[in-house]
C-alpha cells in the first residue's frame, strides 16, 4: 500500500513538472531518497487512520449490540407471544369442554326423583364449577404475572438504553480528546518537517488533503447508502410478517362463526325434537285418559276383592306411616342443605360484585392514566406545530377543535329507552275502536325484530291497536291459571277494561315480557302460529278490519281458537326465554357490561390532532434545516482554515523579517537583501 501512494505520487509530480516545463528525470533523480516531510506526514497519515478506524469501531460497537440485543428480544418475544396463544387457545378448548359437561348434567337432572341423587348432583356440579373457576383465575394470574414481568424488562431496558448513551456518549468524546491532541502532536509534527520546504509542497499537501477528505467522504456516503438499503429490507420484512398474521388471524375468525353458526342451528333442532316429544305425550295422555275410563268399569268388577285385601291394606298402612316419617326427616335435612347453599350463593354473589367493582375501578385508573398522557401528547405537538407555524414558516396558527380534551374518564353512551310492557297495553286498551297504528318510543313504527323459529324471513310489520288489543284481550281470558286466586277476588268489582290491564300486568310478569318489543313478538306469534301450525283450523272468530288498519301484507284475519291459546303460549315461552337471557338473570346486580364501541373513534380522534399536511411540512422543515446545518458546519471550517493560514503567514513574515535584519547579515559579502533585489530583475 505504502510503495502504490509513492508511485502515485510521483506520477502526479511528474505531470506537474511538464505542464510548468521543468525536467521530470531530475526530479526522479531527487525523488530516490524520500524526504523526511513526506516520510513524517505517511507516519502521520497511517497513525491518524489508526486512531480514526480504531475509534469508530469503538464507538459503533455499541450500537451493534444493541441491535443484536433487540433481534434476539423480538425473536423472544415472538416465541412467547405463540406460546401464549397456544395456551389461550387450549384453555378456551378446555373450558368449553368442561361447561358443556356441567350444562348436559343440568339436563339429565329432569329425569332424576329422588332427593339424594339431586344432592349428589348438586354438589358434582358445584364442585367442577369451582374448578372451572380456579383454572381461569390461575390464567388470570400467569398472564398478570407475565405482564409484571414485561414491565420489569421494559424498565431494565430502559435503564440499560440509558448506560449505552452515555457509554457512547463518553467514547465519542474521549475520541474527539483523543483525534484533538493526536491532530495537534502530528501537525506540529509536520510543520517541524515542513520548515525548510513549505513554500514548495504547500499547493501539494493542501491538494493531498483534499483528495483524502473527498474519499473519506465518499466512503462514509457508500456507507450511509448500505445502512438505508438495510433499514428498508427490514421493513419490508416488517410488513410482510404483519399482513401474513393479519390473514391467520381473518382465517381462524371465519373458522369460528361458522362453528358458532352450526351451533345454532343443532339448537333449533333440538327445539322442534321438544316440541315434537311434547304433543306425543300429549296423545298418550288422552289415551291414558280413555283406560281410566274403562278402568272404572273395570273397578266395580273388584270391589269384591275389597274384603279380601282389607287386612292387607292394613298392614301396609303401618308401613306407610313409618315411611312417612323417615321421609320428613329426610326432607328436613335436605332442607337445611339448601339453606346452607343459598347462603354460599349469595357470599359468591357479593364476591363476583366485590371483583366487579374492583375491575371497574382498575379499568377507570388505567383510561385516565393513559388519557393525562394523550393530552400530554397533543399538547407537546400542538405547541411544536404552532412554533413551526408561527416562528419558522411565519403563518398564521389556529386551536383545532379539541372536544375530546374535555373528557376524563371512559366513555359512557347514552341508552335509548323504550316503553314498558304495562303502559303499552294501557295505550291500546284506551285507543278502543281507533284504527290507527301504534308507534314506538322513538317516534317510528313499532316492527318486530325477530320471526318465528325455523322461519328464513324476519317480518316486522306494524299492528293496529284493535288487533293487539283482541289478541291481548284472549291472552287475559284464557291465561287465568297465570294469576293468584286472590288477585282474582279482588280484580271482580272492577270494571272490564281496569280487570284486564291488572290480568295483563300479572301475566306480563309470569311469562317475562318487560317492553314494548316483548308485546309485539307475542302478538306476531300469536297471528302466525294460527297460520303456520293450525292452518286447517277456523272456528269462525275473525277480525277483518285489520285488513284494512294500515298493515303493511295482508293478514288472513283469523284469530286463535281459545282451546290453542295455552299451547301457543308454552310454544311462545320455549322460543321467547333465550339462553343469553338466563345468563344475565344469573349476573348479580349491578352487573353492566360496558359499550365500547365509540372508544376507537375517540383515541383516533386524539391520534388525528395534527393533519397529515402539517406532518408533510414537519418533514420538508427538518430536511431544510438539515442543509443548512451542512452549509454552517462547511463555512466553519473553511473559517478556521483561512484562521490557520493567517497564523502561518504571519509567522512566515515575523521569520523572514528576523532573518533579513539580523546582523550576521552584514557581514556577508554577498547580503539576503541583494540577492532578494536580484531575482526580481532576472
Known amino acids: 500500500m505504502e510503495a502504490r501512494r509513492l508511485r502515485i505520487s510521483a506520477r502526479l509530480e511528474a505531470k506537474r513538472r511538464e505542464a510548468l516545463g521543468e525536467d521530470p528525470n531530475s526530479h526522479k533523480e531527487q525523488k530516490e531518497e524520500p524526504r523526511k516531510s513526506r516520510k513524517q506526514m505517511e507516519d502521520s497519515r497511517q497513525r491518524l487512520a489508526k486512531l480514526v478506524s480504531d475509534g469508530t469501531q469503538l464507538v459503533t460497537n455499541i450500537q451493534i449490540a444493541a441491535d443484536a440485543r433487540e433481534t434476539q428480544r423480538r425473536a423472544d418475544e415472538e416465541e412467547l407471544r405463540r406460546l401464549r396463544v397456544e395456551k389461550l387457545d387450549n384453555e ?9 359437561d356441567i350444562t348436559q348434567k343440568w339436563l339429565s337432572s329432569g329425569t332424576r326423583r329422588v332427593p339424594q341423587e339431586l344432592w349428589e348432583l348438586l354438589n358434582l356440579q358445584q364442585q367442577q364449577c369451582g374448578r372451572l373457576i380456579e383454572d381461569k383465575n390461575k390464567l388470570i394470574g400467569e398472564l398478570q404475572q407475565e405482564l409484571k414481568r414485561k414491565d420489569e424488562l421494559y424498565v431494565k431496558d430502559l435503564k440499560k438504553q440509558a448506560e449505552d448513551v452515555g457509554l457512547l456518549i463518553e467514547r465519542m468524546e474521549e475520541q ?72 391467520e388471524y381473518n382465517v381462524i375468525k371465519i373458522k369460528l362463526e361458522t362453528d358458532v353458526q352450526i351451533l345454532q342451528q343443532q339448537l333449533q333442532q333440538m327445539k322442534a325434537t321438544y ?47 313409618k315411611q312417612v316419617k323417615e321421609c320428613r326427616e329426610q326432607n328436613a335435612a335436605q332442607s337445611d342443605d339448601i339453606q346452607r347453599l343459598a347462603e354460599q350463593c349469595q357470599d359468591l354473589q357479593k364476591k363476583m360484585r366485590h371483583f366487579a367493582a374492583a375491575d371497574a375501578k382498575k379499568f377507570h385508573d388505567i383510561w385516565v392514566m393513559n388519557e393525562e398522557e394523550m393530552k400530554g401528547l397533543v399538547h407537546r405537538a400542538l405547541e411544536a406545530d404552532r412554533i413551526i ?31 314498558s310492557a304495562s303502559v303499552l297495553a294501557q295505550e291500546v286498551m284506551a285507543s278502543a275502536g281507533s284504527d290507527e297504528s301504534l308507534t314506538s318510543s322513538n317516534g317510528q313504527s313499532a316492527r318486530l325484530k325477530a320471526g318465528v323459529p325455523g322461519s328464513a324471513e324476519q317480518p316486522s310489520p306494524p299492528f293496529s291497536a284493535r288487533t293487539v288489543k283482541r289478541i291481548l ?60 301450525d293450525a292452518p286447517g283450523q277456523d272456528d269462525g272468530d275473525t277480525d277483518r278490519s285489520d285488513t284494512s288498519a294500515g298493515d303493511d301484507r295482508p293478514r288472513q284475519g283469523v284469530l286463535i281458537h281459545p282451546n290453542d291459546v295455552v299451547r301457543a303460549l308454552r310454544a311462545f315461552v320455549a322460543d ?40 408533510r411540512v414537519w418533514d420538508a422543515l427538518e430536511s431544510a434545516l438539515e442543509k443548512y446545518h451542512d452549509v454552517l458546519s462547511g463555512r466553519s471550517q473553511l473559517i478556521t482554515e483561512t484562521s490557520s493560514l493567517r497564523q502561518q503567514n504571519a509567522e512566515l513574515r515575523m521569520l523572514l523579517h528576523q532573518y533579513l535584519n539580523s546582523r550576521i547579515n552584514q557581514e556577508l559579502e554577498i547580503p539576503p537583501t541583494q540577492m532578494l533585489q536580484m531575482e526580481p530583475q532576472n
Open 92 to 100: 378456551a378448548k378446555t373450558s368449553l369442554e368442561k361447561f358443556e
Open 176 to 247: 474527539i480528546r483523543s483525534l484533538t491532541k493526536t491532530f495537534r502532536e502530528e501537525l506540529l509534527n509536520i510543520e517541524k518537517a515542513f520548515e525548510s520546504e513549505r513554500r514548495d509542497l504547500l499547493n501539494s499537501n493542501r491538494r493531498k488533503w483534499e483528495e483524502g477528505m473527498e474519499a473519506r467522504r465518499g466512503r462514509e456516503l457508500e456507507d450511509l447508502t448500505l445502512r438505508m438499503k438495510k433499514v428498508e429490507e427490514y421493513e419490508r420484512q416488517l410488513n410482510q410478517l404483519r399482513v401474513q398474521d393479519g390473514e
Open 473 to 532: 284481550e284472549r291472552v287475559s281470558e284464557e291465561s287465568g291459571f297465570l294469576i293468584e286466586a286472590k288477585l282474582k277476588q279482588l280484580l271482580s268489582p272492577l270494571e272490564k277494561d281496569e280487570r284486564s290491564l291488572l290480568k295483563l300486568d300479572s301475566i306480563f310478569g309470569a311469562l317475562g315480557i318487560e317492553d314494548e318489543d316483548d308485546v309485539y313478538e307475542l302478538v306476531d306469534f300469536f297471528l302466525r302460529y294460527k297460520q303456520e
Open 389 to 419: 407555524q408561527e416562528q419558522q414558516l411565519g403563518l398564521p396558527w389556529k386551536t383545532p377543535d379539541l372536544w375530546f380534551m374535555d373528557n376524563v374518564g371512559p366513555l359512557v353512551p347514552q341508552k335509548q329507552k323504550k316503553k
Open 275 to 321: 316440541q315434537l316429544n311434547q304433543e306425543k305425550l300429549e296423545y298418550n295422555y288422552q289415551v291414558l285418559k280413555k283406560r281410566d275410563e274403562e278402568n272404572t268399569i273395570t273397578k266395580s268388577q273388584q270391589k269384591r276383592r275389597i274384603t279380601r285385601l282389607q287386612d292387607v291394606l292394613n298392614n301396609l298402612r303401618i308401613k306407610l306411616d
Open 576 to 615: 321467547f326465554h333465550k339462553p343469553s337471557e338466563k345468563l344475565s338473570q344469573s349476573r348479580p346486580a349491578g352487573w353492566e357490561e360496558r359499550d365500547s364501541s365509540e372508544d376507537a373513534a375517540y383515541w383516533a380522534e386524539a391520534a388525528r390532532v395534527v393533519p397529515e399536511s402539517r406532518l
